[in-house]
């Protein structure tokens, strides 16, 4: 695959952070990476780990009390780089950027349509809303849509109410309200978590085809290897806001640098893992976002922790190379500036 | 060789479907239609399908949640006597209740979040007539130290402790009153994959402890691999495939096994699994197609499948599968 030299997207040291009565929860606590066009980025990290607050940041969706403390999001739109971090939430460039440069795939499609308005209806809206087309225009098109996705009977279904399909047909009915307004940058939260292997199977397949029919660049985000191994070709493995590691997908799988990764690696039951024995765990529980440990997030639950170092300083994310990167101290001595 | 401790028989469970004002009854679910199956003392077994298979009414038949429609739950009490609770009254139920428990699927939904630690798992010990606080508490303790959690937690709401920590606490509910036979609907697909793997060896290392049974429902193949030793796959209210985990994972005799089994993301992106995906929906149990419910899902499918309603065959010992070709198919993983 050819990279193209500029990213679309560049995420530089993000923050958010959270005001609450009991204190300040830093969700995503500088995290840096890179979507070129035409690629697909997996984000993978457990509960907490900020990887969802990371994409509403880059939409500009973070509701009060969470606001986006530090960083640059740049973004580039027809070859010119705007910096969405600086961008009101409310302001009409941003809207005109939301769904039309760059889309979104909740994780709910049960949540995310009205069940007051058709389907149709409501991705008719949005495609009039970004483009000068006519209803029936709009129409027409959502229609191709349906069936570009594989939804049977498009014609009909484009009538239907989001709780008369099933789960499989709603979450495809969603992929054609996000790629309606041919977005260069979708971004799909969790998309399959609430679905059947079978279904699912046939969702990351259709998204895999989209994908090189309209030229889209993909945030895959998702707390499933499996998903991410099928999918993308460049990981982001994130822990408590902070990128541990980050890499082409071969890389992270076949030679993971991070302790994180590797532990991540070790503990997931596969189908080829032996029966009824047990498996090897990441010792510790996360620990709760008001009581992050100080130094690397990961150095309580770490095998491999160098005392003196990973409990005192954080390890600012070291390149190792043009497109790896790794936090940690058995790699790289250079520290966040404290 | 003992009676099994559950053994289900021709187990069947319809849903009406009323329309109109009158309610007239215009036909039927059919949920669970015609499943057999034993579970032996200390075994584990895993009954595995998509959404709507019929796994989890299936489960909740067994743990007389909802009343079967027809068939037998044969239990084997303590005492080594044969009893059927499908047909018991609630009064008739009683004695063996504490002996069935369940562990569910969300660990938030579960919990009370009024009730202290203390009080969600020490109800089953109230309700069963442990009258005395001081006695309670005690065994309260005891059950959090078992599934690893600190007796000091016991006064705490649930709302304190993360997703895999409360897995822990409906666990220990479970396990109050001393089961035999513990149903597990789902118990860690909504856990972080690191919470899992924990999850997933405190129910193995509890199972050899206190010699436990466990009806394992998921949909999660992997999961199932690694913790059951027989598998039960369901398919539109049937059994499609029944046999010991490793037959069902090195060779598969129904179509229906191998393309869940294809199904399962690989978490290696060497290995391509984009090949052989499962087309088309679920069909409604309301209206199954004829002949194998199955066919028109199956690339393999003959004209005799659409005709013919294959039964439950034995293939090898033990292993049963519901096609007719069953005995020549080789559908050998990758």
Same mark, same amino acid.
């Given at each position: ?29 500088? @995290? ?210 902070? =990128? ?95 | ?119 969600? @798992? ?65 118990? @860690? ?27 394992? @429902?998921?949909?999660?193949?992997? =999961? ?90 034995? =293939? ?19």
């Amino acid at each position: 695959m050819t990279i193209d030299a500029e990213p679309l997207l560049r995420v530089r040291d993000l923050r958010v952070s959270f005001q609450l009565d009991e204190g300040t929860v830093r969700a995503v606590d500088g @995290v840096s990476f890179d979507v070129f066009p035409r690629q697909v980025v997996g984000i993978v990290g457990e509960s907490g780990c900020g990887k969802s607050v990371t994409m509403r940041a880059v939409l500009q969706l973070i509701d009060p009390p969470g606001r986006i403390t530090g960083g640059e999001i740049t973004y580039r739109q027809n070859g010119r780089p705007i910096d969405l971090a600086r961008v009101s939430p409310r302001s009409r460039q941003m809207r005109d950027l939301r769904g039309a440069e760059v889309a979104l795939i909740p994780q709910e499609p049960m949540a995310a349509f009205s069940p007051v308005h058709t389907v149709g209806a409501q991705i008719i809206e949005a495609i009039m809303l970004h483009e000068r087309l006519g209803r029936g225009e709009a129409r027409a098109r959502t229609v191709e849509l349906f069936r570009d996705v594989g939804i049977s009977m498009a014609e009909q279904r484009v009538d239907a109410y989001s709780w008369q399909l099933s789960g499989g047909l709603r979450q495809r009915a969603m992929i054609a309200m996000a790629l309606s307004c041919r977005p260069r940058l979708l971004i799909a939260d969790e998309p399959t978590t609430a679905i059947d292997v079978t279904t699912q199977a046939q969702i990351l397949a259709l998204l895999r085809e989209l994908q090189q029919k309209y030229d889209t660049a993909i945030i895959f985000i998702t707390h499933d290897l499996g998903v991410i191994a099928q999918m993308a070709n460049y990981v982001v493995v994130m822990y408590l806001g902070r =990128v541990m590691e980050e890499g082409p997908v071969d890389e992270i799988f076949h030679a993971p640098k991070h302790p994180y990764t590797r532990a991540l690696l070790r503990s997931i039951p596969s189908l080829q893992t032996e029966t009824r024995a047990a498996l090897p765990v990441i010792a510790g529980t996360l620990p709760h976002p008001f009581n992050r440990p100080p130094g690397c997030p990961f150095h309580p639950r770490c095998e491999d922790i160098r005392r003196g170092y990973c409990d005192v300083a954080v390890p600012a994310l070291h390149a190792l190379g043009p497109r790896r990167a790794v936090s940690c101290f058995l790699h790289s001595d250079a520290a966040e500036p404290a | 060789m003992t009676a099994p401790l559950i053994d289900v028989r021709g187990l069947r469970k319809f849903f009406p479907i009323a329309k109109g004002m009158l309610g007239r009854i215009t036909g039927h679910v059919r949920a669970v239609d015609d499943v057999s199956f034993s579970v032996q003392e200390g075994e584990t077994l895993g009954l595995v399908g998509e959404s709507g298979c019929g796994k989890t009414t299936t489960a909740r038949c067994i743990l007389r949640a909802i009343d079967p429609t027809d068939g037998q739950v044969l239990y084997r009490t303590s005492g080594g006597k044969i009893v059927d609770l499908a047909p018991m009254s609630p009064a008739e139920l009683a004695p063996f209740r504490k002996e069935i428990q369940m562990i569910f699927q969300d660990p938030f939904g579960s919990l009370n979040p009024r009730m202290t630690l203390f009080d969600n @798992v020490g109800e089953p010990l109230l309700v069963n007539g442990m009258r005395n606080r001081r006695e309670r508490m005690d065994r309260v303790a005891e059950l959090l130290r078992l599934v690893g959690l600190r007796p000091e937690f016991m006064h705490r709401f649930p709302h304190a402790f993360s997703g895999g920590q409360r897995q822990r606490i409906g666990i220990a509910r479970a396990l109050a009153t001393s089961p035999r036979l513990v149903v597990a609907d789902e118990p @860690v697909s909504a856990l972080d994959v690191s919470v899992q793997a924990q999850v997933l060896n405190l129910l193995l290392e509890l199972q050899a402890r206190l010699r436990l049974t466990f009806l394992f @429902v998921a949909h999660d193949l992997s =999961v199932v691999r690694h913790i059951c030793d027989r598998v039960a796959v369901m398919y539109v209210g049937r059994l499609v495939e029944l046999a010991p985990t490793d037959a069902v994972f090195s060779r598969p005799r129904h179509p229906y096994t191998a393309a869940l089994m294809r199904a399962v993301p690989v978490p290696d992106p060497r290995v391509s699994g984009a090949d052989g995906i499962l087309k088309g929906e679920v069909p409604s149990p309301a209206s199954p197609p004829s002949g194998c419910y199955f066919h028109p899902r199956c690339t393999l499918a003959q004209e005799r499948c659409q005709r013919e309603a294959p039964a439950l065959q034995e =293939v090898t010992p033990g292993h049963f599968a519901r096609c007719h070709f069953a005995a020549e198919l080789d559908l050998a993983m990758r």
